[in-house]
């Protein structure tokens, strides 16, 4: 038999083995420790026994900042959107939104109910009226020569031509610097009444009743159709009064209608103190232009109701979302 298999010699070696897997382990484990080695890990978890785990301490980890999220896209209608050109001319081009508003103008007598025509009749029977007292009012316009009227006249007028139009590029250069769209559609619809209004309906009244102005002193009741004479009705009141009650309908306050309406009036006396129009004259083209102006107002309101922008944020993309609704 071998030495080293003797009994007395078997002890120490288990006793040497016993020791050299304790330093065996406690060096796995230092290297677990020092520096992570995979194999030397799940060695040491293989070999250990298993422990409780330990009691839960709370701790916080400093982790890296995220990049900040996008903010989330405003709803596509409903909320205020930014001004743009597409929202003012109700999402289509402004030749196209004239043509639209000059149709349903012109042919809204089609579609009148007799309420409508109650009211027609009832102004065209004021002012066939009031032509009865046209002599007389024109008198009293041309008396005197204070100087206040005079003043007033010679002001005012220019409300009824480029002035009125110099008012509505200033609503719209505001409303640009500002982004306020209410601004930007005063401009556009008071510059489609003063096309409908004073460059349509009175031009051609005026063509086909060819009434003469008061100052040839032909009488009250001269009217020669096609003669090319341009009294009724007056030009330069249906301007102001388009351009008066669109900015009235745009901002309906008391203050802001008695300067719109007392401005176009003052435009309608001007006429008649410089005895270019008879009183029936100025009130055809008030009654014209106020009528125009408001329906203007309120058939683009309608339209520009369809119509929605918002911004657009997506990956890749930014601008703006337009959405009609027909």
């Not at 020791?19 to 796995?28: D, E, F």
């Not at 992570?36 to 060695?43: E, N, T, Y």
């Not at 040491?44 to 990049?67: M, V």
């Not at 125009?292 to 058939?299: M, N």
Request: with cysteine; proline share 8%.
């Amino acid at each position: 038999m071998n030495r080293l298999d003797a009994p007395a010699c078997r002890e120490p070696r288990r006793r040497f083995r016993r020791i050299a897997s304790r330093l065996t382990g406690t060096g796995l484990a230092v290297l677990a420790l020092g520096a992570p080695q995979p194999g030397a890990a799940q060695l040491l978890a293989a070999a250990a026994p298993a422990a409780p785990p330990p009691p839960a301490i709370a701790t916080t980890e400093a982790a890296a900042p995220a990049s900040p999220a996008p903010d989330p896209a405003p709803p596509a209608a409903g909320g205020d959107a930014p001004a743009t050109a597409e929202h003012v001319s109700a999402g289509m081009p402004v030749w196209k939104l004239l043509v639209v508003d000059a149709r349903s103008i012109l042919t809204a007598p089609v579609s009148w109910t007799e309420h409508d025509w109650a009211v027609f009749g009832i102004g065209v029977a004021g002012v066939a009226g009031l032509t009865l007292e046209d002599k007389h009012l024109r008198t009293e316009a041309l008396r005197g020569d204070a100087p206040l009227e005079t003043k007033l006249a010679n002001d005012f007028r220019y409300f009824g031509n480029y002035a009125a139009f110099s008012v509505l590029g200033a609503f719209y250069a505001g409303g640009r610097i500002a982004n306020d769209a209410k601004a930007q559609e005063t401009a556009l619809d008071g510059l489609i009444a003063s096309i409908l209004a004073g460059g349509v309906i009175t031009t051609a009244i005026k063509e086909v009743a060819g009434r003469s102005r008061p100052s040839t002193h032909q009488g009250v009741y001269a009217f020669h159709p096609f003669s090319g004479n341009a009294s009724f009705p007056s030009g330069e009141s249906t301007e102001a009064f388009a351009a008066g009650s669109v900015i009235a309908a745009q901002y309906p306050n008391p203050w802001v209608e008695i300067s719109c309406y007392g401005t176009a009036s003052l435009v309608a006396f001007a006429r008649m103190r410089e005895d270019g129009h008879w009183a029936s004259d100025v009130a055809m083209g008030a009654l014209i232009g106020t009528t125009v102006g408001r329906a203007v107002v309120h058939l683009n309101r309608r339209l520009r109701a369809r119509v929605s922008v918002a911004p657009l944020l997506a990956p890749g993309a930014q601008g703006l979302t337009l959405h009609t609704a027909f």
